[in-house]
């Protein structure tokens, strides 16, 4: 903890920049919004944001995807959707220096960070249980978990399926961070942390986030050739499927199905949304209008990413997202297989946890869990630096 500490304080530039950034992801939104704005202020003033986004590959499609989301969420008075556009873009020009200035060990530094920081807001967490319990007349240890996302734990994250979906990352990032530092102080530093945020995972009540783990680690640990740590992982994830399969209230909210009936009112409407609107939308989080027009059921969202791409961004928009993806995003991506096959394995987990948890949800609209996504699929640049990959590990 001490060298952690110091390899901390070491850090100069935009190095020191990227972990106050990871420190403001366990504040509210407002805070992570304007900490990007001054960086990027910085950035402006020293004269290299401007050559960091001409570096940025695939640059025309995405900010051309950002700025017609902010003029058709200003066209049609989407208020929500046009903060959520501008986030887009605090989020996409800070990566650019995120690619071009950013060493890989201070990467490793953040999620190490992250993983400290996820025990503080989880005693916060803890706290809100009680409150929330004690409200509707239960004890802390009956650990009964309520319907309304607002009255289950949410941390500093304004909602229980976002807090779900940070701890659903921080898990993954945590079993990365496992099979990369041998030193067994650590390795039981991780597993301790690991098993305190699924304990509050399963608080959160969010039972779309549990899914995710029995494809995902598995996944990872095979593409990071851990083959003794796969099999573990697929004896521990049968043990745990034939226990719920035994007694599946130990999954919260299992048994209720009302969300799942909501679910389907929720996407018959967004249909009729994207019918009415097919080629540009009503911009991010279109549902919100939708449902006021079309009479349908209250939501913030589709409650699914693919059916929210199409209602949100319209045809238009989710090509120029394709495309990116397509064109740029996933080439760099799969250029990680031969140079770290553990970061590869990492980048293709996380891709499946948005796939696997947008069945049912949408979750990355925000700036924390957006920015931790996006640092780790575009990590393929930080790596390019290097000549030796155990240069970018810290012990």
């Known amino acids: 903890m001490k060298e952690w500490i110091l390899n901390i304080k070491s850090l100069r530039g935009y190095d020191a920049l990227f972990i106050g950034l990871?420190?403001?992801?366990?504040?509210?939104?407002?805070?992570?919004?304007?900490?990007?704005?001054?960086?990027?202020?910085?950035?402006?003033?020293?004269?290299?944001?401007i050559p960091a986004l001409r570096k940025q590959p695939g640059a025309l499609w995405i900010y051309g995807f950002i700025g017609l989301q902010i003029v058709v969420s200003a066209w049609a008075?989407?208020?929500?959707?046009?903060?959520?556009?501008?986030?887009?873009?605090?989020?996409?020009?800070?990566?650019?220096?995120?690619?071009?200035?950013?060493?890989?060990?201070?990467?490793?530094l953040g999620i190490d960070l992250m993983l400290v920081l996820s025990i503080l807001t989880g005693i916060y967490a803890l706290f809100q249980f009680q409150a929330f319990s004690q409200a509707e007349g239960y004890s802390f240890w009956e650990f009964h978990i309520q319907n309304s996302p607002k009255r289950r734990i949410m941390a500093t994250f304004g909602n229980a399926n976002l807090y779900a979906t940070m701890l659903e990352m921080w898990i993954f990032l945590a079993v990365y961070r496992f099979t990369q530092n041998k030193r067994i102080s650590y390795r039981?530093?991780?597993?301790?942390?690991?098993?305190?945020?699924?304990?509050?995972?399963?608080?959160?009540?969010?039972?779309?986030?549990?899914?995710?783990?029995?494809?995902?680690?598995?996944?990872?640990?095979?593409?990071?050739?851990?083959?003794?740590?796969?099999?573990?992982?697929?004896?521990?994830?049968?043990?745990?499927?034939?226990?719920?399969?035994?007694?599946?209230?130990?999954?919260?909210?299992?048994?209720?199905?009302s969300t799942l009936e909501s679910r389907f009112k929720i996407w018959r409407c967004a249909w009729i949304g994207f019918c009415a609107f097919p080629l540009f939308g009503l911009g991010p989080q279109s549902y919100g209008l939708y449902y006021r027009i079309f009479d349908g059921h209250k939501a913030p969202h589709c409650h699914n990413i693919y059916i929210d791409a199409f209602a949100s961004y319209g045809i238009v928009g989710v090509v120029l997202l394709v495309v990116y993806a397509f064109r740029f995003l996933l080439p760099e991506i799969f250029s990680m297989r031969k140079k770290d096959s553990a970061v590869f394995g990492l980048m293709v987990g996380m891709i499946g946890i948005f796939l696997i948890h947008g069945l049912l949800d949408v979750t990355m609209n925000v700036l924390a869990t957006s920015l931790v996504f996006l640092m780790i699929l575009n990590a393929a640049p930080l790596y390019k630096k290097i000549e030796n990959p155990s240069e970018s590990m810290i012990s």
């Not at 805070?31 to 944001?49: F, N, P, Q, R």
């Not at 929500?80 to 605090?90: C, E, I, Q, S, T």
């Not at 690619?99 to 990467?107: A, E, F, G, N, V």
């Open 22 to 49: 990871i420190v403001s992801l366990f504040c509210t939104q407002a805070i992570t919004a304007v900490y990007l704005m001054i960086v990027l202020g910085i950035s402006l003033y020293k004269k290299e944001l």
């Open 77 to 108: 008075s989407n208020m929500v959707g046009l903060v959520n556009a501008l986030g887009m873009g605090l989020v996409m020009v800070w990566l650019a220096l995120y690619r071009d200035k950013i060493h890989p060990k201070t990467l490793i």
């Open 188 to 257: 039981i530093f991780v597993v301790l942390v690991s098993l305190f945020n699924f304990g509050l995972l399963l608080l959160t009540g969010c039972r779309t986030a549990i899914l995710p783990f029995v494809i995902v680690i598995p996944l990872f640990l095979w593409l990071a050739k851990e083959k003794g740590w796969f099999w573990v992982s697929m004896i521990v994830i049968g043990i745990g499927i034939l226990f719920v399969c035994l007694d599946p209230t130990k999954i919260p909210r299992i048994t209720d199905m």
